[in-house]
């Protein structure tokens, strides 16, 4: 999707390993948003940011850590993978509160 | 209760016939309304974009929200097959307070020519 891109698109690693996936956007977006979907779950929040060193938990915070030190970078990080991690992971972008999301084209990250 | 409902589907129709896609919600807060459509392996992308109760249209895409119902619906005039994808709808309450969307599971879409 123009303006916002998700690396990797697709990774495997080993439980235990950290992992770190990035999501880097164009549009100056002040919200960024760390999704995953999965089958029967649909899509989860993990953590979201409001501004460079401003995030917050989602519903499925347990496990996962972020970081934004610029505006246009936030990163999601998997301490020790585990094979619950296994997913689909979405970023997502959007000006306001209020406004609708722009998100990325994914991260297939699956931990063996 | 879940705070979203879709139905999963999948929904299977005909080229040309008129689709309904719905959601139903519990928390009356929620003022803004989305529907978003996700091709298989790829992102979900913004359709549509409702705040408060009423109609929108924008071309073959009809949402609808009932705030008194707690319903709100998609419809799809004309099916084509490059109509085939999952939608979710998502809501948020706005307002003062920062609140992130609440998505449905989504329904499953398919159209045969």
């Known amino acids: 999707d123009a303006g916002i891109t998700q690396s990797p698109r697709h990774k495997v690693t080993e439980t235990g390993t950290p992992v770190t996936l990035r999501c880097h956007q164009t549009?100056?977006?002040?919200?960024m948003y760390w999704y995953r979907q999965d089958p029967g779950h649909g899509l989860r929040l993990i953590h979201y940011s409001y501004g460079v060193k401003d995030t917050d938990k989602g519903e499925v915070s347990d496990g996962y850590s972020v970081s934004r030190s610029k505006t246009e970078d936030f990163l999601l990080t998997l301490e020790s993978a585990t094979s619950s991690q296994t997913s689909v992971y979405f970023c997502a972008i959007s000006w306001d509160r209020a406004d609708g999301y722009t998100f990325g084209s994914g991260t297939r990250l699956t931990v063996v | 209760q879940k705070e979203v409902e879709q139905d999963p589907g999948p929904l299977s129709v005909p080229e040309g016939a008129i689709v309904s896609l719905n959601c139903t919600y519990s928390?009356?807060?929620?003022?803004?309304f989305m529907w978003y459509r996700q091709y298989s392996r790829k992102g979900p992308e913004l359709l549509m974009y409702t705040y408060s109760s009423g109609n929108k249209e924008d071309g073959r895409f009809t949402a609808q929200v009932d705030k008194s119902s707690k319903y709100i619906s998609l419809f799809i005039r004309d099916s084509q097959p490059s109509d085939s994808a999952t939608y979710l709808c998502a809501m948020s309450e706005g307002g003062s307070g920062y609140s992130t969307l609440t998505f449905g599971k989504g329904t499953m879409l398919l159209v045969s020519p």
């Open positions: 928390n009356s807060a929620f003022q803004y």
């Open positions: 549009e100056n977006h002040r919200y």
